[in-house]
């Protein structure tokens, strides 16, 4: 089966960073997305990564090892605004989405 | 632009109701999909379209019927809704057909089925 693995939640403090981990066993691989989903709002883009290797967007990354089936979304200097679950979603042979539970993250001053 | 809107956001149905949840996009997009969001899971995948008047099944599609009469209204239907139906429904858009593209999403629409 399909197969996307993330923690429940996380704790971090504001100004830090934090590493949030996903890995996936999928049937194909043709990139993997991270959304931030706010509570009670739509998850909203924020990464792609179909090659091996470190993406960077402002205080956010993601990271990408096809070969250990693995990802991470790294976020620097942490704001309370980044309290949020973040969705990591594989794209699989057949080109559809598979997601994963998400990771609730929570700020503390 | 108002994106992708849903309407309703919120209902509550008696099992054995029917309903249609609405979405429309403005961004001139190919896809639209909608998903269902359960506590501790993944988003499912429900039904989508790659076009007006083309629909397919996604991961669970039982208890649902979509219609895309346009490029930029793709609706949902509950014919007969039951309680494992409660849940929050998130209607999306992407500019390239299937799911190589982001994905634009509606603010969800909470059901409950009593």
């Known amino acids: 089966g399909q197969n996307i693995d993330q923690p429940t939640e996380m704790t971090a403090t504001e100004g830090a960073i934090v590493q949030i981990n996903c890995t996936y066993q999928?049937?194909?691989?043709?990139?993997l997305f991270w959304y931030q989903q706010h509570a009670g709002e739509a998850p909203t883009f924020l990464s792609y990564?179909?090659l091996d290797g470190l993406e960077e967007k402002g205080r956010f990354s993601s990271f990408l090892s096809r070969s250990k089936g693995y990802s991470y979304l790294l976020l620097k200097e942490l704001q309370m605004k980044d309290s949020a679950s973040y969705l990591c979603?594989?794209?699989?042979?057949?080109?559809?989405?598979?997601w994963g539970a998400g990771t609730k993250l929570i700020i503390k001053p | 632009n108002a994106g992708v809107t849903q309407t309703p956001k919120f209902q509550v149905l008696k099992t054995g109701q029917s309903m249609t949840l609405q979405c429309a996009q403005d961004?001139?997009?190919?896809?639209m999909s909608w998903y269902r969001q359960d506590p501790g899971m993944g988003l499912r995948l429900i039904h989508y379209?790659?076009?007006?008047?083309?629909?397919d099944q996604g991961e669970v599609p039982n208890g649902y019927n979509v219609s895309r009469l346009n490029k930029r209204e793709f609706s949902l239907r509950l014919e007969s809704a039951a309680p494992s139906q409660t849940s929050v429904y998130f209607c999306?858009?992407?500019?390239?057909?299937?799911?190589?593209?982001?994905?634009?999403f509606g603010p969800g629409t909470r059901l409950t089925v009593t």
């Open positions: 999306a858009s992407s500019y390239l057909a299937g799911e190589v593209d982001e994905q634009y």
């Open positions: 961004m001139n997009h190919e896809y």
């Open positions: 379209s790659v076009g007006a008047g083309i629909t």
């Open positions: 999928t049937s194909g691989f043709n990139g």
């Open positions: 990564n179909v």
């Open positions: 979603a594989v794209l699989d042979s057949n080109y559809q989405l598979i």
